[in-house]
């Protein structure tokens, strides 16, 4: 770290992953949701907006999910083309600052410490995340902070930008 400098670091959580990557390729408008079979039962693993707003949610058998919503489309899940999307996006993220991690199976890791300014500043450089994401079909919730805990707990439980030393 540069003497003097705050470390700043954001968190990138992708809540519908599975579900925008497999969108991506083939877009509907209608509910949609990606399924798994657990235990013998099929279960939603991934759904787009439309069919949250429906009411469903991850770990719903997918029967009760058509029962509440009949129009539902679904596909199998691909958890491995998850992963190697996830790391396709820890690439992408490298424009921003020389080190991005991946952070669980839903986001990304970035210390932007001293690469801020190149982008305008902090604010800035996250509505470009945000922007591009956007474009691209990725839903995405963004936490910067001074440590890594808290970007991830910004990033997954209200979004936003802790001020330097505040964490």
């Known amino acids: 770290m540069f003497d003097g400098m705050r470390r700043r670091i954001v968190s990138i959580w992708f809540p519908r992953l599975a579900s925008d990557r497999a969108l991506r ?3 509907v408008e209608a509910p949609f949701a990606l ?3 657990r235990a013998g039962v099929e279960r939603i693993h991934c759904l787009n907006l439309a069919a949250d707003s429906r009411g469903l949610h991850r770990g719903m058998g997918l029967a009760d999910a058509r029962a509440l919503c009949p129009d539902l489309l679904s596909r199998p899940a691909d958890p491995a083309a998850d992963a190697r999307f996830l790391r396709a996006l820890c ?3 490298t424009r921003y ?3 991005a991690g991946i952070e669980g199976e ?3 890791v970035l210390d932007i410490t001293g690469a801020a300014h190149l982008f305008g500043g902090e604010a800035e450089m996250l509505a470009d995340m945000r922007a591009r994401l956007l474009r691209a079909g990725i839903a ?6 001074a440590t890594r805990g808290a970007a991830w707990a910004l990033a997954r439980h209200g979004e936003g930008v802790s001020a330097p030393g505040a964490d």
């Open 140 to 145: 995405a919730r963004l936490g910067l902070a």
């Open 97 to 99: 600052c020389p080190w």
């Open 91 to 93: 690439r992408w993220a």
């Open 25 to 27: 390729l083939r877009p």
């Open 106 to 108: 839903d986001g990304l």
């Open 35 to 37: 399924s798994l079979t």
